[in-house]
């Protein structure tokens, strides 16, 4: 299992971004996806939810209206689609597939708001 997050940088206040996470080694299009996201001194929160076939998505009240999960199965890639970001946006950005323990992570992109 392999997952490779890009996409980061940083970003003004009401600036976009476009996270994206590439993963192989499994049967991504069997599997639901999360993004996580952990800021300096705080544990990793669920940032968002996309059921495997893309049907269900799932916010965490802090990003409702304003981020977008969506996945492409025949390019093996989730994507996390950030607007109207805020200085407490800032934080490392990781996807996660379920049901890999450890292996399920990758190694992350930071994201940073400010300006």
């Known amino acids: 299992v392999q997952l490779v997050e890009s996409g980061g940088g940083l970003v003004q206040p009401g600036g976009s971004l476009r996270l994206s996470c590439a993963a192989s080694?499994?049967?991504?299009?069997?599997?639901?996806m999360r993004w996580y996201r952990q800021a300096p001194g705080k544990e990793r929160e669920l940032v968002a939810y996309?059921?495997?076939?893309?049907?269900?998505?799932i916010y965490a009240d802090s990003v409702k209206g304003r981020f977008t999960i969506s996945r492409d199965n025949a390019k093996n890639t989730v994507y996390l689609q950030m607007n109207s970001l805020k200085p407490e946006d800032t934080a490392v950005y990781y996807c996660?597939?379920?049901?890999?323990?450890?292996w399920g992570w990758g190694q992350g992109t930071q994201v940073t708001v400010s300006s």
């Open positions: 996660n597939a379920p049901g890999f323990g450890s």
């Open positions: 080694g499994f049967t991504f299009r069997n599997y639901p």
């Open positions: 996309i059921s495997n076939a893309g049907g269900t998505t």
